[in-house]
């Protein structure tokens, strides 16, 4: 019995390296193609629409585009989470995964110089550039910091508003990023993510495709697991607020590999009650 309950602890303990070995790999993959994105200025998936129309695509307006910095609009995202979370004046929002700053920025709008809005995002050029965008504009009390999502660098209970932006589907884990989305919100803080769930489990050749996993495709979770992960969280009151049709599949080479899973864009709002 000891041989085999040793045997089996091994088998667990490989099966964790293992699986700390695959995060990693998909860290940095992300890290590096995003570094690429931050430094041409360009869109993370191939498109014929420029970047504006492509903003206009995943649904933000005319007014938006006018109130953003010209160099955080990127192409990136698959919604607007800043429209629909009612941001007031004075408050303090995180935005996780803020990429060139676009929601950043006009959360800012919202909330006013009497707020606050902090955007975390693990790339480091992406971070230099929302930083300069912020100091040519002189937004003040928007600011970016390094680090992962799975980390915050942020305190305890010292946040109003979490949004994000097409980001989740891209941490290997989304359990632990709900966790520290729920320890870093006031209590009643609000948390609206706009991102990309599937309508079941995409295949492992789909899963363990580091360019899709890029393309937020790769670790997309199935809509009831990823709603799940946040009510585990502690999270209360939770709905999804909008439902978009199927993205077309961006897979080169894998036709037929998705097996009828649809890859498609939901925004969620909870909050921490």
């Known amino acids: 019995m000891m041989c085999t309950l040793h045997s089996s602890m091994s088998e667990v303990q490989d099966w ?88 950043a920025f006009l959360a800012f709008k919202k909330v006013g110089t009497k707020g606050r809005v902090i955007g975390v995002d693990m790339t480091r050029t992406m971070i230099e550039r929302s930083m300069q965008t912020a100091k040519k504009h002189g937004y003040n009390n928007v600011e970016f910091k390094l680090g992962e999502i799975e980390d915050l660098p942020v305190e305890d209970n010292s946040i109003d508003v979490i949004i994000s932006n097409c980001v989740i589907n891209l941490s290997p884990d989304k359990k632990k990023v709900f966790n520290e989305a729920y320890r870093v919100l006031k209590l009643g803080g609000r948390l609206i993510i706009s991102d990309m769930v599937t309508n079941k489990k995409l295949p492992q050749s789909i899963r363990e495709n580091l360019a899709l996993w890029g393309n937020c495709i790769g670790g997309a979770l199935p809509e009831k697991e990823y709603i799940e992960a946040i009510e585990q969280a502690g999270f209360q009151n939770l709905k999804i607020v909008e439902k978009r049709i199927p993205i077309e599949e961006e897979c080169q080479g894998c036709e037929g590999e998705f097996q009828g899973v649809k890859v498609y864009h939901i925004i969620v709002k909870a909050q921490k009650s």
């Open 16 to 103: 964790r390296e293992l699986r700390i070995m695959k995060e990693k790999e998909v860290k940095n993959f992300v890290k590096k193609r995003y570094s690429k994105i931050a430094k041409s200025g360009a869109s993370c998936c191939p498109s014929s629409e420029s970047l504006i129309e492509q903003a206009k695509h995943v649904g933000y307006s005319e007014e938006d585009i006018k109130n953003a910095p010209e160099e955080s609009i990127m192409g990136l995202g698959c919604g607007n989470p800043v429209a629909l979370a009612d941001l007031k004046e004075g408050e303090t929002v995180l935005d996780l995964g803020a990429g060139g700053g676009i929601d």
